[in-house]
């Protein structure tokens, strides 16, 4: 089986910009959680879907969205960019309904600059 | 809200020492999970467990429930063993996300 794959692997953007992530799971993987590292904060929570629905979201302002779609391929946006998103941004997807209570596969992530 | 800490931050040793990284947590969870990142960002689960030992050729991971402590084993360590090793907690009760430590970052001399 494919691994989590993640498009674009980098990304370039300024200040103020929207951008558009994406994750496509493991064939077969209904659960999609997107996490975001940086040196300073470590990996931290963003949200998880489930099905099309976000279950669960992590304590990140509203600029910070995602969707799932029917084939389970999810999207995260951050809209007006700050110099702080900065960050490698992560998903991981699982087989079961557990969520972060299964074990989960991570993509190789997409490393995000704003300048 | 859960806290994570692992320990020690850093550690180096020599090729073939045994290696012990801890992991305690705040709150009572449902799974805990060990994960490994290599330079370059790619993350690997290496266990996911709720209670007692699991192991994995020469990895080990434990969890004390009661003592809110899980730690992770390296036996007859090598270099290809250098990486971060970090540990996430799982709060449960429905659907959660993952609480991380901050990371053990290993490095095996040969």
């Known amino acids: 089986k494919a691994g989590v794959t993640q498009t674009p692997r980098y990304l370039i953007k300024t200040r103020g910009q929207q951008v558009t992530l994406s994750c496509s799971p493991i064939s077969g993987h209904r659960s999609v959680s997107w996490y975001q590292q940086t040196p300073g904060q470590g990996l931290q929570f963003l949200f998880e879907y489930f099905s099309e629905t976000q279950r669960n979201k992590g304590n990140f302002p509203g600029r910070f969205s995602g969707r799932q779609f029917s084939n389970s391929r999810s999207e995260m946006n951050v809209s007006t960019l700050e110099l702080g998103d900065s960050a490698l941004y992560l998903c991981?997807?699982?087989?079961?309904?557990?969520?972060?209570?299964?074990?989960?596969?991570f993509g190789p992530g997409t490393r995000l600059t704003v300048l | 809200k859960n806290e994570v800490e692992q320990s020690p931050q850093n550690l180096t040793a020599q090729e073939g020492e045994f290696i012990t990284i801890n992991c305690s947590y705040s709150v009572g969870i449902s799974a805990l999970h060990w994960l490994q990142q290599h330079p370059g960002g790619g993350i690997v689960s290496l266990f996911m467990?709720?209670?007692g030992k699991k192991k994995h050729g020469r990895l080990i991971a434990t969890i004390n429930i009661q003592e809110k402590h899980s730690s992770l084993h390296i036996t007859a360590s090598h270099p290809r063993d250098s990486a971060v090793y970090i540990c996430?907690?799982?709060?449960?009760?429905?659907?959660?996300?993952?609480?991380f430590g901050k990371g053990t970052h290993l490095i095996i001399q040969p």
């Open positions: 991981a997807s699982s087989s079961y309904s557990g969520g972060a209570q299964d074990t989960q596969y």
């Open positions: 467990l709720s209670s």
């Open positions: 996430a907690a799982s709060l449960g009760g429905g659907a959660d996300g993952l609480t």
